[in-house]
């Protein structure tokens, strides 16, 4: 079944819908102008400028040291590049967990200074009272649960989530204090497929199995472009690191050789 309608802007309203009616939704994270142009215009129902860019754009090991300054601008390179899509702002490390009162100020942030359309935070049960705090102040929120890379240290590395009863909590604790929707990362397939059960808000899978309401990806797992780690859970759909590595290596020689600037290249 195809997810939403292709020709005109994804709203909250109607992602949050498309589970009613057996719709699968198609997310990709973006963090630039051109990516999420290709992205926006290949028909993803919401693009997510996730706080990963801090691993896969900026080369840090986790994306703990990521800032709301630095999501903002991103996600402003981002929103200009979107016509269609639901575009969706990762809350970085330590800028909503001090409290609900901090975390709508910086929610607010990327909403009104860059353009996003809802912003994403991690945590279940113990972030209740402040995804409804962003709720209340009309902020749209996706939640996360699962393995949440921003309490990587606190669970002992970026592992597979396996306590059931407690991930289940987490998501209806999250769908009970108002997010149009939620992640479910790095899960059994099995605990995947409990917990879109449970909710009545789309589960949007990366790593949680085939039976959640949607799939996330990384822009540049599944493009191929980051060498330093492949996620079992992501699928490369094109090499474009060799690709990338081939065509400056072709015109590292091409110039080395004076066959590049050829005359069409050249001004009379
Ligand atoms: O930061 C991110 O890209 C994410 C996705 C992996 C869901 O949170």
Known sequence: MSSVDVSRSVTVPELRAAKARGAKLAVVTAYDY??????DAAGVDAILVGDSLGMVVQ??????????????????????????ALVVADMPFLTYQVSPRQAVKNAGRLLKEA?????????GVRMR??????IDAGIPVMGHVGLTP???????????????????ADAIAVEEAGAFSVVVESVPAAI????????KIPTIGIGAGVNCDGQVLVFHDMMGLFPDFKPKFAKRYVDLGSAVKQAVETYCKEVR????????HSFR
């Not at 051109?34 to 992205?39: D, G, H, R």
């Not at 080369?59 to 269609?84: A, F, N, Q, W």
């Not at 353009?115 to 945590?123: F, T």
């Not at 309490?151 to 592992?159: D, E, S």
Request: with cysteine; aromatic share 4%; proline share 4%.
């Open 115 to 123: 353009g996003a359309h809802a912003v994403k935070l991690e945590g």
């Open 150 to 168: 921003q309490a990587v240290h606190q669970l002992g590395g970026f592992k597979v989530q396996r306590d059931g009863v407690a991930l289940l």
């Open 59 to 84: 080369g840090h090991p986790t994306s703990l040291p990521v800032t709301l300054d630095e999501m903002i601008y991103h996600t402003k390179c981002v929103v200009r590049g979107v016509k269609r």
């Open 129 to 134: 009272a402040t995804v409804k705090a962003c």
């Open 192 to 199: 995947g497929a409990e917990i879109t059960a449970a909710v």
């Open 257 to 264: 050789e004076g066959a590049f600037p050829a005359v069409e």
């Open 34 to 39: 051109t990516s999420a142009k290709l992205c």
